[in-house]
């Protein structure tokens, strides 16, 4: 079982940006598609977005589709999460995981989006 480590949460305004990191922990980054994901308080966790190994598209939930952009580099072990023109609705805890998700998950990230 490989657990990710999910980093760069924190207190932001509305209008601005933060960038996610995810890496596994003490293995290789698996060779699937990965993806991040999102719980907010009293809420279901949602798909945020998705990126293949090497070749293929990225996808993106229609909430943050234009603000968010997701990467990785495989060289450096590690999947990202670009997020751009934060909104208070973008809090939540952030995870990434394989594409279908596979326990067990991270401790997550706090993103909290607030003025």
């Known amino acids: 079982q490989v657990q990710f480590v999910e980093s760069g949460g924190g207190l932001v305004q509305p209008g601005g940006s933060l960038r996610l990191s995810c890496a596994p922990s003490?293995?290789?980054?698996?060779?699937?598609?990965m993806g991040w994901f999102r719980q907010a308080p009293g809420k279901e966790r949602e798909f945020v977005a998705s990126?293949?190994?090497?070749?293929?598209?990225?996808y993106y939930a229609d909430s943050v589709k234009g603000r968010f952009t997701i990467s990785r580099d495989n060289a450096k072990n590690t999947v990202y999460l670009q997020m751009n023109s934060l909104k208070p609705e973008d809090t939540a805890v952030y995870y990434c995981?394989?594409?279908?998700?596979?326990?067990?998950w991270g401790q997550g990230t706090q993103v909290t989006v607030s003025s």
């Open positions: 003490g293995r290789t980054l698996t060779i699937a598609t």
């Open positions: 990126v293949p190994w090497r070749y293929g598209s990225t």
């Open positions: 995981n394989t594409i279908p998700p596979t326990p067990p």
